[in-house]
Nanobody, 123 residues
Framework: VQLQASGGGLVQAGGSLKLSCQYS????????MGWFRQAPGKEREFVAV????????YYADSVKGRFTISRDNAKNTVYLQMNSLKPEDTAAYYC?????????????????WGQGTLVTVSS
């Protein structure tokens, strides 16, 4: 199972970015997919999660209403649309996958991780 995240970059506050995470390996639709982020000197934190079909999502309070997670199982890809970005959103963003059905928010519940893509929001 391999996850490849992309789409990070430098953006001004109030701007938008769309992250992508492509999966390769076992049947993609069999995994719950999550996005996490880690700022320098801080612990990795939950951002958003989506169930296997894409019908159910859950967000951290800090991004609710600004970020949208989605997936295209035919393309083996999960997305994170980030709008109204703030400087405090600056971090390395990681996609992750887990077996099962529950939408966990703890990093330790995820078995597979991508390499991270850096998002920098300037003020």
């Amino acid at each position: 199972v391999q996850l490849q995240a992309s789409g990070g970059g430098l953006v001004q506050a109030g701007g938008s970015l769309k992250l992508s995470c492509q999966y390769s390996g076992r049947t993609y639709s069999g995994y719950v997919m999550g996005w996490f982020r880690q700022a320098p000197g801080k612990e990795r934190e939950f951002v958003a999660v989506i169930n296997r079909s894409g019908a159910t999502t859950y967000y951290a309070d800090s991004v609710k209403g600004r970020f949208t997670i989605s997936r295209d199982n035919a393309k083996n890809t999960v997305y994170l649309q980030m709008n109204s970005l703030k400087p405090e959103d600056t971090a390395a963003y990681y996609c992750a996958a887990k077996d099962g059905w529950y939408l966990y928010t703890r990093p330790g519940n995820y078995a597979y991780w991508g390499q991270g893509t850096l998002v920098t929001v300037s003020s």
